[in-house]
């Protein structure tokens, strides 16, 4: 079936601009997650959706940043005014509840110039 | 928080060779520790994974092995093939809990 889905798969954007960063998870799944990968770093995490539940955004590096989930499926990342140190690629992942694998997106590279 | 590191950042090896990416991680409670292989282009894929209460374990050409008691754990490769060149990210989280803590990563190469 099909995996998930990021779009765009790039971003090109100026220093101060505000982006949105969609994810589509697999069908059926209620985890979602969000990850920013820096070059040569690992992957940071963001915030993680559970269902209805309210979410852990404990990993959002400042009120810049913030994300919303619709419906329980497909989810939005907005970077508000961003900056340069914003550029990294963006991953989203998803699963069940019961599920420890996290299956990953393609990832949004964002360059803030 | 749990904090991972991961070594070496880059490894080269001739294919048919073996390669051996190891992993330290900061919180004795950790119990879950999975692998994922992430291709040029693409999202991060677990290719294995363990659990504290085993020692090793091994899929085809991969394996992996966890030493509590040291706080280390680590991929094995055998046989390398071209098509094991890929970034490499090992990570750690108490079982059950959606919060993984990923190292920085190892970019393996494999020389034909």
């Known amino acids: 079936g099909a995996g998930v889905s990021q779009s765009p798969s790039n971003k090109v954007t100026e220093k101060g601009k505000d982006v949105e960063l969609r994810c589509d998870p697999i069908?059926?799944?209620?985890?979602l997650y969000w990850y920013r990968q820096s070059l040569g770093q690992g992957l940071e995490f963001l915030i993680y959706?559970?269902?209805?539940?309210?979410?852990?955004k404990s990993g959002l590096p400042s009120d810049r940043f913030s994300a919303e989930r619709t419906g329980g499926s497909v989810s939005t990342l907005t970077i508000q005014r961003t900056q340069q140190e914003d550029s990294a690629v963006y991953l989203c992942?998803?699963?069940?509840?019961?599920?420890?694998?996290?299956?990953f997106g393609p990832g949004t590279r964002l360059l803030v110039l | 928080g749990e904090n991972v590191e991961q070594h070496p950042s880059t490894l080269s090896v001739q294919e048919g060779d073996s390669a051996v990416i190891k992993c330290t991680y900061s919180d004795s409670a950790s119990n879950y520790f999975p692998w994922y292989k992430q291709e040029l282009g693409k999202g991060p894929q677990l290719i294995i994974d363990i659990r504290s209460n085993v020692g090793e374990k091994k899929d085809q050409r991969i394996a992996v092995t966890l030493n509590k008691t040291a706080k280390h754990f680590s991929l094995h490769i055998t046989e390398t093939q071209p098509e094991d060149s890929a970034v490499y990210f090992c990570?750690?989280?108490?079982?059950?809990?959606?919060?993984?803590?990923f190292g920085a990563g190892t970019t393996v190469t494999v020389r034909a």
């Open positions: 959706f559970q269902g209805n539940s309210a979410p852990d």
């Open positions: 992942a998803s699963n069940m509840r019961s599920q420890e694998t996290q299956y």
């Open positions: 069908s059926g799944h209620t985890a």
């Open positions: 990570a750690a989280s108490l079982l059950g809990d959606y919060k993984l803590s």
